[in-house]
């Protein structure tokens, strides 16, 4: 039987948001969540569902007005934005897309064996972004244009403190450095973290904000890219400074984080203080096993893993997204969405039900 997708009708709810996300009570509904949808999708769900927004000469407005309505129509209760205008140039490498929604340029990856900052000159002769430069045009068009049910959670030019340091570096290159020359992977994560201090200072004065988002990579599958000891000597004190500048603000501070963080999860729970969990592999730790050991710690974020919505038929969808929402919606502090993002590798279709599935859970 096929069903037709997204008609059970929900509206945002800015406050209910930040209520499951402070774990205040069980939601009357499921709240959804993502760090971002390629923009493939996006185009994708506007095509499909015939979506539009008034026609304007401006361009950046029609881009807003745009964003806002696909992040309406599937049940978002936030747009996701932060400043511009901060380049960071990285050594990558681009290959091309085999995805079914295509990239035209390609995928891009990091160069895992040499930064561009290999040595004190090269750390010099950088060109370190200037938060002073940073554009703030997708906030400000938020205070005054997102609707009133809406609101914005800050990502995007801090938190990225690991993996910051690491791509400067080259992950091969910093592996021989934290022996060789640790002063020096010193030297660049202060900087790095002054950096985004001054971008946390500048979107936390925006009133639209209600809480703020890192994205940054610890581990890979069986542990953090640098040891524990390492991680909390140079990244974790960046997030704690984070943290503390959104709680003095009154916003919680969400993280996503890949990979195993078994080892500094006390950390980030107890020292750093984050107020929520994003991104969760079945192949690491199921979503609902995380709800036993962290549910009455922090809020869990997303965890319908990418791989099985990758390969599993809509049946399959909707009974592991009943049964996560299940085991986590009790008492608040969970979020439906991918264990990931809405990569352009995974089936539309499969997104969809997923988020079908959380409409009709409880009706």
């Not at 000159?121 to 609707?147: I, K, Q, S, V």
Request: with cysteine; net charge negative.
């Amino acid at each position: 039987m096929t069903v037709e997708l997204l008609t059970t009708p929900v509206e945002p709810d800015q406050d209910a948001f930040m209520r499951c996300l402070a774990r205040d009570g069980t939601p009357s509904r499921v709240h959804n969540i993502e760090l971002f949808l390629d923009g493939e999708v996006s185009q994708a769900v506007w095509e499909r569902f015939g979506l539009s927004v008034p026609r304007s000469a401006d361009t950046f407005d029609s881009a807003m007005r745009r964003y806002v309505a696909i992040q309406r129509f599937l049940g978002y209760d936030f747009v996701r934005c932060g400043v511009e205008d901060m380049p960071w140039p990285m050594n990558r490498e681009t290959t091309a897309d085999t995805a079914a929604l295509a990239r035209a340029g390609g995928r891009s990856y990091i160069d895992e064996h040499r930064g561009p900052i290999t040595s004190w000159a090269e750390f010099e002769a950088y060109p370190w972004p200037d938060p002073a430069r940073a554009g703030t045009r997708a906030l400000e068009w938020c205070e005054h244009n997102l609707p009133d049910d809406m609101c914005v959670v800050a990502g995007g030019g801090f938190g990225h403190i690991a993996e910051h340091l690491i791509w400067l570096m080259g992950y091969e290159t910093i592996c021989y450095a934290l022996y060789d020359d640790r002063d020096l992977v010193r030297a660049i994560s202060d900087r790095i973290v002054a950096v985004f201090a001054e971008v946390m200072r500048l979107v936390l004065q925006f009133p639209r904000v209600r809480a703020t988002w890192g994205s940054d990579d610890l581990g890979h599958r069986s542990g953090t890219l640098l040891s524990p000891s390492d991680t909390r000597e140079f990244i974790l004190g960046g997030h704690k400074l984070m943290a503390q500048m959104s709680h003095a603000a009154g916003r919680p501070y969400l993280l996503h984080s890949c990979g195993n963080l078994a080892a500094i999860m006390d950390d980030l729970v107890d020292d750093v203080r984050i107020d929520a969990k994003h991104s969760f592999e079945d192949t690491i730790e199921n979503v609902m096993d995380a709800k036993d050991t962290y549910g009455a710690r922090i809020a869990l974020l997303g965890g319908i893993d990418v791989d099985f919505l990758c390969t599993a038929s809509p049946d399959a969808i909707r009974r592991r997204v009943n049964a996560t929402l299940d085991k986590c919606m009790p008492g608040g502090g969970y979020c439906l969405g991918t264990g990931n993002s809405v990569a352009n590798y995974i089936p539309l279709e499969s997104y969809l039900v997923m988020l079908d599935a959380g409409r009709r859970w409880g009706r």
